[in-house]
C-alpha cells in the first residue's frame, strides 16, 4: 500500500502533513534519488498553480532536488499537461506539478512526472515512498555536485505554440467568439493567448489569481459564470478549466454544459471518419454513461472501462493501442499530443469540428442522450464505512432495486475523504431512491 501517494500524486491540506515543507523535501530528496540514470547532469523542471502554498512547496522541492545533484528548471505558473510536456521537450529526467487540481486553495498537492511525460506508476511510488521511509540520506550529492536553479522565462510561450500546433492546420477560429473561464489557476495566461492567437474573440473569466481565490466559484467543477458569459456575450461557445487546466468543462452556445463523455464521443466520431482513430475506440472509466458506450456501438467502435482517474485511462490506452480517452469530469486524454489530460487541447479538437461544420455547438456536440445519472458524495472522518456490514446490505438492495438495466457505483475518493454514490439507469426516480438509501445508510454508520 502507498501512503503519500493516492490516485493523482499527493494531496492534502497546505502546511499540514503532507503537503508541508518537510514533506516536500523529502520527497524531491528520495525521487530525485530514484531516477538518478548514469552519470550526466540530471534535470527537473517543476511548475506550479497560482496557489499561495506554492511559494512555500516550490523551495522546499528546490532544495530537495539540489541537495542529490539534480539541476532545477522552474516554470512557474503553468497547466499540469504543459509541465509533462517540457518535461519531455526539455529532456529532463523528473517533471513536478504542484497543484490540487480543482480543490479549493487551502489543499494543494504534488505530481511526479517521468521522464517520458508520463505519472509514475505505483510501483515507482511505493519504491520512492521507501526511500523516504529509509531516511533518504544515501542519496546526498558531495559539496562540489550539488545541482543548480534557474527559470525558464519563455515556458508559457513554449506551451502556447504546443496547443496551437494541435489545432488543424488551416483552419483558424476567426469570426468565433469564445469564452474561457481559467478558473484563477494555472492557465489564467496561456488559455485566453491561444484562443486570441488562433483568430477567436476572447470573453475572459477568472484570469485574476490572487492566491485565495482559485477554483473559487468558478473552473470546471463549478462552471455556472463561464455558462451565463456565454449567454449574456452571446458567445459560440464556452469553456471552462480547472485549476491546473488537465479537464475542461464545455458549454454551447445556449450555455448549456457538455461533459467529458460527449467531447470523447466528437473526437472519436471525427477521428474514426478521418481515420486517424487507433484502439478500435475509446478509453473511459466506470464513471462514463451508458449513453456514450451506446453511442460508439452505433458507429462500430468500442468503449473500454478503467477505474477513476486519469492515470488508470493512459496506462490501458497504452497498453491497448487507443489515441482517445478520458473520464466524464473533463479530463480528456488525446495521447496523439500529449500523455495527460489537457483542457485547452480537448476543447481545440471540439472547435476543429465546430469550424469545419459550420454548425452551432448544441447540434455539434451533442451526439447523445445520456442515461439519467446521479452522482452524490459524502464526508466521512475516518474509519470505514464501506466495510460495514449495514452498507454492503444496502447496496446490494440498490444493486438488485436497479436491475440489469442500470449501474451503482460505490467508491472512496483518492483525494478527499469523501465516498462518492454514482447510480445510472432509465428510470431517474428509481435511480435517485437507489442512491439515496446507499448515502443515507453510509451517513448513520458515519455518525453523520
Not at 509541465?83 to 489543499?107: C, E, K
Request: with cysteine; glycine share 12%; aromatic share 4%.
Amino acid at each position: 500500500m502507498r501512503k503519500l501517494f493516492g490516485t493523482d500524486g499527493i494531496r492534502g491540506t497546505a502546511n499540514r502533513e503532507p503537503i508541508t515543507a518537510e514533506t516536500a523535501l523529502a520527497v524531491a530528496k528520495a525521487a530525485g534519488a530514484q531516477f538518478q540514470r548514469g552519470d550526466h547532469r540530471h534535470l527537473v523542471v517543476i511548475g506550479k498553480d497560482t496557489r499561495l502554498s506554492g511559494y512555500m512547496l516550490e523551495p522546499a522541492l528546490t532544495a530537495g532536488f539540489i541537495s542529490v545533484g539534480m539541476d532545477v528548471v522552474l516554470l512557474g505558473p503553468l497547466p499540469t499537461p504543459a509541465v509533462a510536456m517540457l518535461t519531455r521537450s526539455l529532456r529532463a529526467d523528473l517533471g513536478v506539478m504542484i497543484s490540487a487540481s480543482h480543490n479549493a486553495y487551502q489543499d494543494n498537492g504534488i505530481k511526479l512526472f517521468g521522464p517520458d511525460g508520463y505519472k509514475l506508476s505505483d510501483d515507482m511510488e511505493r519504491a520512492i515512498e521507501t526511500r523516504i521511509d529509509n531516511g533518504g540520506a544515501d542519496g546526498l550529492a558531495a559539496p562540489d555536485h550539488l545541482g543548480q536553479a534557474e527559470r525558464l522565462d519563455d515556458a508559457a510561450g513554449r506551451y502556447i505554440e504546443f496547443v496551437k500546433n494541435t489545432f488543424p492546420k488551416g483552419l483558424r477560429l476567426d469570426g468565433l467568439k469564445i469564452a474561457v473561464d481559467c478558473a484563477n489557476g494555472a492557465a489564467y495566461r496561456v488559455a485566453p493567448k491561444v484562443l486570441y492567437e488562433l483568430g477567436a474573440e476572447v470573453v475572459p473569466i477568472a484570469v485574476t489569481p490572487d492566491g485565495f481565490n482559485i477554483n473559487e466559484d468558478c473552473g470546471a467543477v463549478t462552471p455556472e459564470a463561464m455558462q451565463q458569459a456565454v449567454v449574456t456575450h452571446g458567445a459560440d461557445l464556452g469553456l471552462a478549466l480547472d485549476g491546473d487546466a488537465d479537464r475542461v468543462a464545455l458549454a454551447d452556445e445556449n450555455g448549456r454544459l457538455v461533459d467529458g463523455d460527449q467531447v470523447m464521443a466528437l473526437v472519436a466520431r471525427s477521428w474514426h471518419e478521418a481515420g486517424r482513430l487507433t484502439g478500435g475506440g475509446v478509453v473511459g472509466t466506470v464513471m462514463s454513461n451508458l449513453g456514450l458506450q451506446h453511442f460508439l456501438d452505433g458507429i462500430g467502435l468500442s468503449l473500454e472501462r478503467t477505474p477513476v482517474g486519469d492515470r488508470y485511462v493512459v496506462e490501458r490506452m497504452r497498453d491497448g493501442g487507443f489515441n482517445v480517452g478520458g473520464e466524464q469530469s473533463g479530463h480528456v486524454v488525446l495521447n496523439d499530443y500529449t500523455t495527460t489530460g489537457d483542457g485547452l487541447i480537448a476543447a481545440l479538437q471540439v472547435l476543429a469540428v465546430l469550424v469545419q461544420s459550420g454548425g452551432r455547438a448544441s447540434a455539434v456536440t451533442r451526439l447523445f442522450e445520456p442515461l439519467p445519472q446521479i452522482l452524490k458524495n459524502i464526508r466521512f472522518n475516518g474509519g470505514a464505512p464501506l466495510e460495514d456490514a449495514r452498507v454492503r446490505k444496502a447496496i446490494a438492495q440498490a444493486e438488485t432495486a436497479l436491475g440489469t438495466s442500470g449501474r451503482l457505483l460505490v467508491r472512496k475518493s483518492g483525494t478527499e475523504p469523501l465516498i462518492r454514490v454514482m447510480g445510472e439507469g432509465e428510470d431517474a426516480h428509481q435511480v435517485g431512491a437507489a442512491v439515496d438509501s446507499v448515502i443515507g445508510t453510509i451517513a448513520d454508520v458515519a455518525g453523520r
